[in-house]
Nanobody, 128 residues
Framework: QVQLVESGGGLVQPGGSLRLSCAAS??????MGWFRQAPEKEREFVAA??????????DHADSVKGRFTVSGDNAKKSVYLQMNSLKPEDTAVYYC?????????????????????WGQGTQVTVSS
């Protein structure tokens, strides 16, 4: 049985940092990503890590580039999201997602419909 479990969310002041973790069980994945959903908004892509043979690729949404950094360990079935310089507009529920296949294009890794498994989500609130 596949499970994705996120941790690390919480309340932080603007300009602060948080690190999210996601641990998978049941199998390994070639693409793992982070999405977020704010109240009354659609779920949006945040970042992804992809493994293809011995190569590893990192992808970030434009809105978080330079502030967030995704990383992952395929052997440990884990993906992480280091979030720095947080802004109030980063407030959302953050979801970990995983896909068995390697995503070769941006549509694949940035589209929520392409992922096979999802975590339960962790709340991130940026507020003073």
């Amino acid at each position: 049985q596949v499970q994705l479990v996120e941790s690390g969310g919480g309340l932080v002041q603007p300009g602060g940092s948080l690190r999210l973790s996601c641990a998978a069980s049941g199998r390994t994945f070639m693409t793992m990503g982070w999405f977020r959903q704010a109240p009354e908004k659609e779920r949006e892509f945040v970042a992804a890590v992809r493994w293809n043979g011995g190569l590893r690729y990192y992808d970030h949404a434009d809105s978080v580039k330079g502030r967030f950094t995704v990383s992952g360990d395929n052997a440990k079935k884990s993906v992480y999201l280091q979030m720095n310089s947080l802004k109030p507009e980063d407030t959302a529920v953050y979801y970990c997602a995983a896909k068995g296949r390697y995503c070769s294009g941006s549509y694949c890794y940035s589209s929520s419909s392409e992922y096979d498994y999802w975590g339960q989500g962790t709340q991130v609130t940026v507020s003073s």
